[in-house]
């Protein structure tokens, strides 16, 4: 009883990647474009524990800074691009265990990302005139892409503690992807599975398997020219029940995510992003939370 509750906390992705709703993942833009981002998100939230465990009143305060490089090239003729995301984090965490406050503190790495996407069909890989002569004649389009996304087990990480930014393991993401443009306005559906490595260093020496986790979102995307756009969009996980030295915990999750956002043009090459997030776990343990983020980004 006592590992599925702390499971809550321990189990699950950092926050800035198990809240995963992302606009605008699968558009076309002229292969040899490089775009370099920052963004800085703040999360807080409240957790649910087991009352067994008489921990009352928990709560989590996150601040993740996020640097990311994005390029597009051609591949088999088709548009793809690679993703490198690196975040920093630092949190808190606090309650009432038995009725006594308690609080722990995280800062450093957290697991770095790899994303690697490419438009099946749709979105030729073009660049400069081309590009935009294409994307005059199209105005109504739909485009098809897969993606694989690898989570690096670089994270500030110690066997030790219970709660850690890193996770001490692989984590592996395919992903498919249909995008439907009809003039300024665009339709985005996104189905992901992550599988998991084991963690054979899990709090004191302990393993830690994790079954797969599924996740669909959806977005509508409206642009205004060339100067702004807005999204909404949302998003539903489910499973990825966890398993504790060959001991099955019964514990599959389920969340669901809604959130917006809205993108301005600065000039040619730099834009800013605004958006915002909240996340309700659907089982009796989890985590409900709100996330706010502003990113810049520079085109090139």
Request: net charge negative; with cysteine; aromatic share 10%.
């Amino acid at each position: 009883m006592i590992w599925r509750a702390l499971l809550v906390c321990a189990c699950a992705p950092p926050l800035c990647a198990a809240q995963d709703l992302e606009p605008r993942r699968w558009t076309h833009l002229p292969i040899g474009t490089n775009v370099l981002g920052a963004t800085y998100a703040y999360t807080s939230g409240d957790l649910g524990f087991d009352p067994v465990l008489q921990i009352q009143d928990a709560r989590v305060e996150m601040q993740t800074t996020t640097l990311a490089y994005t390029r597009y090239f051609a591949l088999a003729d088709r548009t793809a691009r690679i993703d490198v995301v690196v975040p920093y984090q630092s949190g808190n965490w606090d309650g009432l265990v038995s009725g006594v406050p308690r609080s722990v503190n995280r800062d450093g790495l957290a697991d770095p990302a790899l994303r690697l996407s490419a438009n099946l069909f749709g979105a030729p890989a073009l660049a400069g005139k081309d590009f935009a002569e294409f994307r005059a004649r199209h105005a109504v389009q739909t485009t098809l892409g897969a993606a694989l996304e690898v989570r690096l087990p670089l994270g500030e990480y110690q066997e030790d503690k219970l709660i850690n930014l890193g996770q001490n393991r692989f984590s592996i993401g395919p992903q498919l992807g249909l995008l439907h443009t009809r003039g300024e306005w665009s339709f985005e559906l996104t189905g992901s599975a992550y599988f998991f490595t084991d963690n054979d260093q899990f709090f004191n020496g302990n393993e830690l398997e994790q079954d797969p986790l599924f996740a669909l979102q959806t977005h509508v995307v409206k642009t205004f020219g060339q100067d702004w756009w807005l999204a909404a969009g949302v998003a539903y996980s489910w499973a990825g029940a966890s398993t504790i030295n060959g001991v099955a915990k019964d514990d599959d999750k389920s969340n669901l995510i809604s959130g917006t956002s809205i993108g301005l043009r600065i000039d040619a090459a730099q834009s800013v992003r605004l958006g915002f997030i909240h996340a309700d776990t659907l089982n009796d343990l989890g985590s409900d939370t709100d996330s706010v983020a502003l990113g810049w980004s520079f085109r090139f």
